[in-house]
């Protein structure tokens, strides 16, 4: 689920960030009661995964 929502994230924004962004990478952050306590490293969709959420997107737009 966290990959699927980092694809269509990726999909959606790559090339059209302010300011020339480029995404490198995504972090979820776990926060406790306001207060930061883990993290996770997600990096960029492989080219399959992306693809993958490119055919599904494309089906529930049309």
């Given at each position: 689920?966290?990959?699927?929502?980092?694809?269509?994230?990726?999909?959606?924004?790559?090339?059209?960030?302010?300011?020339?962004?480029?995404?490198?990478?995504?972090?979820?952050?776990?926060?406790?009661?306001?207060?930061?306590?883990?993290?996770?490293?997600?990096?960029?969709?492989?080219?399959?995964?992306?693809?993958?959420?490119?055919?599904?997107?494309k089906?529930?737009?049309?």
């Open positions: 689920m966290i990959q699927d929502s980092i694809c269509e994230h990726y999909q959606q924004y790559e090339g059209s960030l302010p300011y020339d962004g480029v995404i490198k990478g995504y972090r979820l952050t776990i926060e406790q009661n306001n207060h930061v306590v883990d993290h996770a490293d997600y990096g960029l969709p492989k080219i399959q995964q992306y693809l993958k959420c490119c055919e599904y997107m089906s529930i737009i049309i």
